[in-house]
C-alpha cells in the first residue's frame, strides 16, 4: 500500500468550470497543512489510462452539459477496473453539473437523454434557466458540520428510490429546491455546492483527508488550527449574517 | 394593416423618446424601441430601405462594444451612414430605438449599414426580425454564470441565430468563436500574431478548455490573452490558422503600432486584448470595402468610449483603478496581468464584493479560483488589502492559496471609504492599484471629492 493519499484529478481542461481545480489546490495545501502525504495527479485526456488500482479519491470538477456524455464513455471504457475501485473502497467526489456522470440518466432540454454510470440513485434534468445563489446545508452524517457555498444550477437532480442526500438545506436551492443537498453512497459523493467547495469548508476537507489517510494507517500529524482556518471562518460569519438576511 | 402598426408603433416611440429627451437628456436609448417592440413586434425589420445585405452584428462575451465602435469610427472616417448603437444599448429594444433616431417619419431608413452590438443571450431574439447578413463573434467565454451558466449556453444561442448564408467574422485563436465556421459556407478569420505580452502557462494547477467540436482538451501554443491564442485540439482537428485572412502582426506596444496587410495601424492601447477588437473592426471594413488609409485614419483619431482605467490621488498616493466585468475571470484576469506590467512597489486594492445585478444576489468569489495570480505576486506587491461587506475573506483566502503570506494582506471587512482611505494612509508607497467594481470606484472617488477636494479623476483608454 502506497504511504500518500493519491487523487486523481479527472479531465481537469474539459471539466474546468466555476473556479473548481481550488478543490485540488485544497486538497494539496490542507493536506500539507495536517501534515499528510496528499499526491494530485492529472488525467488529461479522455484516452488516457486511468491509474485507478493507485487512486484513493477520483475528483470529477463542474463542466460543460455537452460534455459529460464524452466524460461517461471514457470512464466506461475502464468499467472493470472502475467497479474494483468502488468495490475496494475508493472515494468519489462529483461537484456541479458532474454528478450527471454518476447518475443514472440525464435528460437534456433538446428532449435527448444519455445514461451515466449509475453510481448513485438519481436523475438529472438540465434546467431551461440557470439559477444562482448561495447554499447552506448540514451534514445528514454529520449535523453539527454545516457547508458553504454557492451553487449554478443548470442542471436539476432527482433523487431515485433509497437515495440518501448528502445535506439538508439551511438555506439554497440543492437538488431540485426542495429540502436535499447532493446524494452520497457511502463513498461516493456528489454535491451542488461550488465556492470551491473544499477551500471554504476546510473542516469538510480535513474529515475527507482523515478518512483517506486511516485507509493507508495514516495518521494526520496536526489538526487544523482556528489560525490555519481564520479567514475561512470570518467568511462562513459573514456569509451566514448575509444569507439570514436573505432568510428574513 | 402591418404598415400601419408599424407607422403607429414609430410614432409613438418618437414621441416618448422626445419626452425622454426632454426630462433626462441622453437617456431614452432603450425604451423608446422597447414601446415600439410592444406594439409591432416585428418593428425592427420593417424599416423601408432596409438592406438585408448590410446588417452587421456584433456579439461574444467580451470585446463587442469597442469593436463596434471602431467600425462605426471607420465608416464614418469613410462616410458611409450607419445606424450603431454606440451607446451600448444592446438588446432589442435598444436596436429598435438605434433603427428609429435612423429613420425618417414614415420609417425610411437614412443608412447604408446597420451596425449592431447584440448581446449574445439575445442575439436569437434580435435576429427574428433583423437577420444579421454579417455575424462577428468576438469570443465566447466564462461570464456572469448566475444568468450564462455555462459558456455552451451561449455558444447555443448564438449558433441558433446563424444561418448557412450568414458570414461570420470569427477570432481565429478563440476555439469556441473559431468552430463556429463549421456551420456557415462562408467565414472571414482575424487574428493576432505572437508579441511582446504572449506567454504560456505550466503550473500544474493550469487549466485550457475542452474543444468545442470533440470534447479533448484544448492546447494553446501560447496566449495571446487569457485563454485566446493559437491553439490546437488535442483530440480532432479544430486549430487555429497561422494565416487567417486578417492578422495582426509586426505588434509593437513601444511605439504603439501594429501592421496587418501591410498597412501599418496606431494602436493606443496596453492591452493585448484590444488588438482582438482592431483587426476584427478591420477584417470587417476591408470586406466591405474600406481602404486601407481611410481605416488607418479613422484609428489615428479613435477615442474609445469608457476605457477601463482611471485614476484618483489621496494623499499623494495615485490609485489607478482597473475596471473588470463581474463574474468574468478573463477580465480579472486581464486586468491583474495589466498590474503586473508594472514592475514597481505597490499596493494592490482588492474589492470583490457579493454580486447584487440579479436576484436573489449572492457571494460568488470562485471566479477568482479561474485566475492566475503568479504574475502580480512576482510583480512587486508591498502589501494586499482585500475589502468588501461580505467576501473580503474569500478574496484574500484566494491570495493566500496563490502563495501570499497572511502578513502581507489586510482584509477589511467593509465597505466603508473612510476605512479604506485611513488603511492607505498606513503605507509609504505612492502607487496603488485598485480592482473593483464600478459602483464602489464612484463611490471611492466621491468620498475623495468630498474629504479630500480630489477632482482630478483622470479617464484614460490605456488598458
Known sequence: MADKITVLWLYPDILNLHGDRGNLMALERIGKLMELPVEVRRVDKLTDPLPLDEADLLVLTSGEVKNMPHVIDALRQEQAALDEYVARGGYILAIGTAGAVLAKETERLDGTSFAGLSLLPMRCQERAKVYGDDIWFSLCDDPQLKLMGNQIQVIDTELLEGAQPLGKLIYGYGNDGADDEGCQAGRIIFTNTLGPLLVKNPRYTERLLTALAADHGLAPGRQLSAEDTDYEDHSYQLIEQFIRKKMA | ?463
Not at chain 2, 419626452?19 to 431614452?28: D, K
Not at chain 2, 448603437?85 to 435612423?102: C, F, K, P, Q, R
Not at chain 2, 444568468?147 to 448564408?165: F, H, L, Q
Not at chain 2, 487569457?226 to 502582426?249: E, V
Request: hydrophobic share 40%; with cysteine.
Open chain 2, 1 to 463: 394593416m402591418t404598415r400601419i402598426k408599424f407607422l403607429l408603433a414609430l410614432w409613438l416611440a418618437r414621441l416618448c423618446r422626445w419626452a425622454i429627451n426632454i426630462v433626462a437628456p441622453g437617456r431614452g436609448t432603450n425604451l423608446p424601441g422597447q414601446i415600439a417592440l410592444k406594439i409591432d413586434h416585428g418593428f425592427n425589420g420593417h424599416f423601408e430601405g432596409l438592406d438585408a445585405g448590410k446588417v452587421i452584428f456584433i456579439t461574444g462575451t467580451n470585446g463587442k462594444s469597442t469593436t463596434t465602435n471602431l467600425l462605426a469610427a471607420i465608416l464614418k472616417e469613410a462616410g458611409i451612414p450607419a445606424a450603431v448603437n454606440l451607446e451600448g444599448a444592446n438588446l432589442e429594444g435598444g436596436v429598435a430605438a438605434t433603427l428609429m433616431a435612423h429613420s425618417t417619419l414614415k420609417g425610411k431608413l437614412k443608412c447604408r449599414y446597420i451596425v449592431m452590438e447584440t448581446d449574445e443571450r439575445f442575439l436569437p431574439v434580435i435576429s427574428r426580425s433583423l437577420p444579421p447578413a454579417w455575424l462577428c463573434v468576438t469570443n465566447i467565454q466564462k461570464d456572469q454564470v448566475q444568468r450564462n451558466g455555462e459558456p455552451d449556453i451561449i455558444y447555443r444561442k448564438i449558433a441558433s441565430a446563424i444561418t448557412e448564408d450568414t458570414v461570420l467574422f470569427l477570432n481565429n485563436e478563440e476555439p469556441n468563436a473559431a468552430s463556429l465556421s463549421r456551420l456557415v459556407k462562408h467565414s472571414v478569420f482575424y487574428g493576432v500574431d505572437e508579441h511582446a505580452k504572449s506567454f504560456v502557462k505550466q503550473g500544474f494547477f493550469t487549466t485550457t478548455m475542452p474543444c468545442p467540436v470533440c470534447g479533448e482538451p484544448i492546447r494553446f501554443y501560447r496566449y495571446n490573452v487569457d485563454n485566446i491564442g493559437a491553439f490546437t485540439c488535442t483530440g480532432c482537428g479544430l486549430k487555429s490558422s497561422p494565416a487567417p485572412a486578417y492578422f495582426a502582426h509586426s505588434i509593437n506596444f513601444a511605439d504603439h503600432t501594429f501592421a496587418a496587410e501591410g498597412q501599418t495601424y496606431p494602436l493606443p492601447y496596453e492591452a493585448p486584448y484590444f488588438l482582438y477588437c482592431y483587426i476584427a473592426a478591420i477584417a470587417m471594413a476591408r470586406e466591405i470595402g474600406i481602404a486601407k488609409e481611410t481605416i488607418a485614419a479613422a484609428l489615428a483619431r479613435f477615442v474609445n468610449i469608457g476605457g477601463r482605467l482611471e485614476t484618483l490621488h489621496t494623499g499623494g498616493k495615485t490609485i489607478q483603478y482597473i475596471r473588470m466585468k463581474q463574474e468574468n475571470p478573463e477580465t480579472l484576469q486581464s486586468a491583474l496581468d495589466y498590474i503586473s506590467q508594472d514592475k514597481s512597489p505597490k499596493i494592490f486594492l482588492l474589492g470583490l464584493d457579493e454580486l447584487v445585478d440579479f436576484h436573489p444576489h449572492y457571494t460568488n468569489t470562485f471566479y477568482a479560483f479561474d485566475c492566475d495570480f503568479d504574475q502580480l505576486i512576482a510583480s512587486h506587491v508591498e502589501h494586499y488589502i482585500c475589502f468588501s461587506g461580505t467576501v473580503a475573506y474569500d478574496a484574500a483566502n484566494r491570495l493566500v492559496y496563490a502563495g501570499v503570506p497572511k502578513e502581507q494582506i489586510t482584509v477589511l471587512p467593509t465597505n466603508d471609504d473612510a476605512t479604506i482611505v485611513a488603511e492607505l494612509a498606513k503605507y509609504s508607497c505612492p502607487n496603488i492599484y485598485l480592482i473593483t467594481w464600478l459602483y464602489k470606484y464612484k463611490s471611492l472617488e466621491k468620498y475623495l471629492i468630498e474629504h479630500e477636494g480630489e477632482k482630478d479623476s483622470t479617464p484614460s483608454t490605456a488598458v
